[in-house]
């Protein structure tokens, strides 16, 4: 099977009529339409394939218990309303990559395997990387089973309605244990590539980043009979804190964002009682981002205090910089390099992944595939074919070299 027939059997997996874009959340049913088709990818190929007790998939080539595997993939789940790249180019590579592989007749020294994290976006329950960081032990049992989505439906609640066993999660360090290294080829979501006007690059680190919710706590009232003097409203402070947020991060060339609101009780004639924002912000270095999360903080409390409203703000999630491992990031370079001699472009994301949770207990590095228009997590998001085939092949060139010597 091709790259460009797989890429065209998942593309409408989960895909909104309305938007074009992609809503594929963890545990529903376009979620088991993409372990679907990974499984009968797997099977297809002969791999032995498993989910393990965090519900994330695997598709094994050689023996898992032999240790010191080398393993590739990405993600299927996306944003609401996400575009088609992000995650499943990574899936869809890694498979397309083994198939180049086996036409080369490729002898391997090491167990390989293909891998799908589940909830990797954090789309419904609010967490990113739920799947790897269960397995990397940065989530606990009970923080897990304090995951609920918007209808109250808690994550155990969520994989039992799926068909999986809730009983198991939590840390895994025997599957980690036998990992030697984890490459994850991911679409670029920037620009970068597409300014040098290179095909694939190499991830050199990952930018801090977190979330924080702020809730404004007023006073509900009617929304045509209450003189503004007379007003306890949230949602004037919410608002000043974005312009806030906005102005924090330009100072300090990070990046912040107010994306998700939830108001109540959310009538148009009715002055909220609640507005709760949550604020995704990330920066090169942590210096940065504490003087930016604070600046935005020191702000929001003193539009609240000045409109009579109650704030509380409530760290999420957070994740530190994360430097990919060097040898392992430097070996990706010889094995690009060795027939060209060209040097392939080392750069940083602000965007999180698997891999960067993952880089705490085993080597990973990060290919990236060029996106001419800088766009994710929207439909608009793209990589041309032929980039993506570029990708696929110097994928297969890093397996080949990391998993046959």
């Known amino acids: ?35 679907a088709w990974f499984k009968e990818q797997a099977e297809a190929r002969g791999l032995a394939y498993e989910v393990d007790r965090n519900g994330n998939q695997w598709a094994w080539l050689g023996d898992p218990a ?15 309303d996400g575009g088609a790249f992000d995650g499943p ?40 990387c739920v799947g790897s960081r269960l397995t990397a032990g940065q989530l606990t049992v009970e923080q897990a089973h304090r995951l609920t989505d918007a209808d109250g439906v808690s994550l155990p609640q969520a994989m039992e309605a799926a068909g999986y066993d809730p009983e198991g999660i939590g840390a895994d360090p025997e599957r980690l244990a036998r ?14 590539l597409d300014l040098s006007g290179d095909r694939v690059g190499i991830a050199s680190a990952i930018w801090p980043h ?39 991060a330009e100072l300090a060339g990070a990046v912040a964002t107010f994306g ?44 609240a205090d000045a409109h009579g409203i109650d704030l509380d703000v ?29 040097k392939v472009p080392v750069l940083g994301t602000g965007a999180g992944h698997d891999a960067g949770i993952l880089s705490g207990s085993i080597p990973t590095a990060m290919l990236f595939v060029r996106n001419p228009t800088g766009v994710s997590h929207s439909p608009a ?9 570029a990708g696929v092949r110097a994928l297969a060139d890093v397996l080949e070299g990391l998993a046959c010597r």
């Open 260 to 303: 998700k609101i939830a108001v109540e009780p959310n009538g148009v004639n009715a002055i909220p009682s609640l507005v709760r924002g949550w604020l995704d912000s990330r920066a090169a270095d942590q210096d940065t981002l504490d003087t930016v999360v604070g600046g935005i903080e020191k702000a929001a409390r003193e539009y």
């Open 179 to 192: 990992i030697g290294a984890f490459v994850e080829l991911h679409v670029e979501q920037g620009r970068a």
């Open 66 to 80: 032999a240790g010191d595997a080398v393993v590739t993939g990405s993600h299927l789940d996306s944003v609401p």
């Open 1 to 35: 099977m091709t790259f460009h027939s797989m890429w065209a059997e998942l593309l409408p997996v989960g895909r909104s009529s309305a938007s074009g874009g992609y809503r594929r959340y963890a545990w529903t049913g376009a979620d088991a339409d993409c372990r």
């Open 381 to 389: 998001e793209f990589a041309a074919e032929d980039d993506c085939l």
């Open 89 to 128: 180019l990574g899936v869809v590579s890694s498979f397309a990559a083994l198939d180049e592989l086996r036409s080369r007749n490729t002898r391997f020294a090491k167990p390989l395997a293909v891998v799908n994290f589940g909830d990797e976006e954090g789309a419904r329950f609010g967490l990113a």
């Open 314 to 342: 409530v760290r999420e999630s957070f994740t530190p910089v994360v430097e990919f491992d060097h040898a392992l990031r430097d070996e990706l370079s010889r094995i690009l390099g060795k027939d060209t001699g060209l």
């Open 210 to 248: 977190g979330r924080w919710r702020f809730d404004f706590r007023g006073e509900a009232n009617h929304a045509g009979t209450t003189r503004l003097a007379d007003r306890r409203d949230p949602m004037p402070s919410y608002a000043e804190t974005v312009l806030a947020a906005r102005r924090e």
